[in-house]
């Protein structure tokens, strides 16, 4: 008995859908759509949406409660899956690959910031900045490593528990993890909704360092004016999807444009 051909992978990304202003997709989606419930109870998380993210550049997404912003990073993470359509990173469709397949692509290719840190509590900081590596049984670029820990201020808490350092010590640990491998792309959802006002600048001023120093991609998800007016790009989501866009964003530009939500 003959074994069946694997399904046909989706079509390439159309010019609109594939490339940014200016420069080629890190990651997108294709008319992704995302369904939740049956029936009366069926919700459309995703209803459609096409958009590509500019490699080296840090992009935010916006959107009300409910408008689908997370879901939407979810599934160009690899973390939750379409009901149809298509999520890519570089030339990879994340619907062709299988579940270990997958798992490697986020391990190696995908970085990943918390609102919650999502550190492991038995490790130290330097362990857990590694981790992503040594699941790989890798031990990393050492001289790079060293690089992003200095940059983020982090030399005299390396040996430190998740318990032992302040808030935004452990969210910078969580910048360093997401750094370290040098990852295709990095997808924040909310990384500064638990700190202070000052703790949360220097984070997003160290993210938006990554993106024009690192050459780094940066995706995040955030409800806040000042933290998305540090990205190049913002992409506005309503009701699963897209209406609008700014790029270069001032903190006023975005206060007038959240305006209009209601």
């Known amino acids: 008995m003959s074994t069946p051909a694997p399904p046909a992978p989706p079509p390439p990304p159309s010019a609109e859908t594939s490339v940014a202003p200016g420069g080629t997709a890190a990651a997108g989606a294709i008319d992704a759509r995302k369904t939740y419930g049956i029936g009366d109870a069926q919700v459309h998380a995703l209803d459609g949406v096409s958009v590509s993210f500019e490699t080296g550049k840090f992009t ?3 959107g009300p ?6 879901t939407l990073l979810h599934c160009l993470a690899g973390l939750d ?4 359509g298509a999520t890519f990173i570089g030339d990879t469709y994340l619907a062709s690959l299988d579940d270990k397949s997958l798992t490697e692509l986020r391990r190696t290719k995908v970085g990943f910031i918390f609102q919650a840190f999502n550190l492991v509590p038995t490790l130290t900081a330097d ?3 590694r981790l992503p590596m040594m ?3 890798e031990t990393g670029d050492t001289e790079w490593i060293d690089h992003v820990v ?3 201020g982090l030399g005299d808490r390396l040996k430190h528990r998740p318990s032992e350092l302040s808030g935004g010590q452990q969210q910078r640990v969580a910048v360093a993890r997401a750094l370290a491998s040098r990852p295709q792309i990095i997808f924040a959802d909310e990384p500064t909704g638990n700190l202070d006002s000052v703790t949360g600048t220097e984070i997003l001023s160290f993210m938006r360092s990554a993106v024009h120093d690192f050459g780094q991609t940066i995706v995040m998800v955030t409800h806040d004016p000042v933290a998305a ?3 190049n790009r913002i992409v506005f989501v309503g009701d699963g999807q897209i209406n609008g866009e700014m790029v270069d964003p001032t903190t006023d530009q975005v206060i007038d444009h959240l305006k209009h939500w209601d």
């Open 127 to 129: 362990e857990n900045i």
């Open 81 to 84: 899956t379409l009901t149809s």
């Open 150 to 152: 200095e940059t983020v």
């Open 65 to 70: 409660s409910g408008s689908g912003k997370s």
């Open 135 to 137: 699941l790989g049984g």
């Open 229 to 231: 007016s540090y990205a």
């Open 60 to 62: 935010a997404i916006m």
